[in-house]
């Protein structure tokens, strides 16, 4: 079976149209790590691709900010305005999605599917320590998570955690293979707001026939989802950070 694995896709239909091509015709399943919506301004376009094309989606802390389920409290202004005009925006069967997708880990096959740790699904993964505590709570080997939208991920290599490096800059693909006898954390990285210095949309697809991880960059039309951010009133540094990767 090949997956297509996205997350963090936060209401980017450019970014996320650009990854759907890119990916067309080289996967059999679609797969998501969670936040849906927040930050851009297609939160239904968004929201209906991933209704009628993932087979298994887990829910972010933004798809829980935007459905009513977070304490706007605890977000910075930003992200609270941003929850605030999604959930004005969000039709009602699209917000009563957003609202009742499910709390991960969610075990697909052999892997796992998860949007932060797999003992808090808020918390960051992102360095080596985080990810040493969270291979101890994993079911299976291989796990796809999400929440810090940086590409690329760690490896358990007999009792030694070790970072994934991310793609090199201005490639579009990095492929590595599983190997049985360690464990993997991978980050398919952001589709709509990326924020490891590489502007491009991110997106993994894995062979689970062949046991290979690919990683994947792909440039979309930037300038048309700033517009919209900008077009609607969202906070302007939502667009700004766009092209910038950050
Ligand atoms: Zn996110």
Known sequence: MRYLIVSDLHANWEALQAVIEDAAGRYDQALCCGDLVGYGADPNAVVEWVRQNCAAVVRGNHDKACSGQEDLEWFNPVARAAAGWTMRSLTPENARYTHNLPKGPLVVGNFEV?????????????????????????????????????????????????????????????????????????????????????????????????????????????????????????????ADRLSLGR
Not at 151 to 172: C, D, K, M
Not at 181 to 192: E, F, K, R
Not at 220 to 237: C, M, N, S
Request: glycine letters at 12%; a negative charge.
């Open 114 to 238: 998860l949007h932060g740790a797999p003992f808090d699904e808020d918390e960051y993964v992102l360095g080596a320590e985080d990810a040493g505590q969270s291979f101890e709570y994993l079911e299976r080997r291989l796990a796809f998570f999400g929440h810090t939208h940086v590409q690329g991920g760690f490896i358990w290599n007999h009792s030694r955690v070790e970072t994934i490096p991310r793609t090199a800059l201005r490639a579009s693909r990095q492929s590595m293979e599983v190997d049985g006898d360690c464990a993997y954390l991978i980050n398919p990285g952001s589709v709509g707001q990326p924020r490891d210095g590489d502007p491009r949309a991110a997106y993994v697809l894995y062979d689970s026939d062949a046991g290979m991880v690919t990683y994947f960059r792909v440039p979309y039309d930037i300038g048309q989802a700033q517009k919209k951010i900008r077009g609607v009133g969202l906070p302007p540094i939502l």
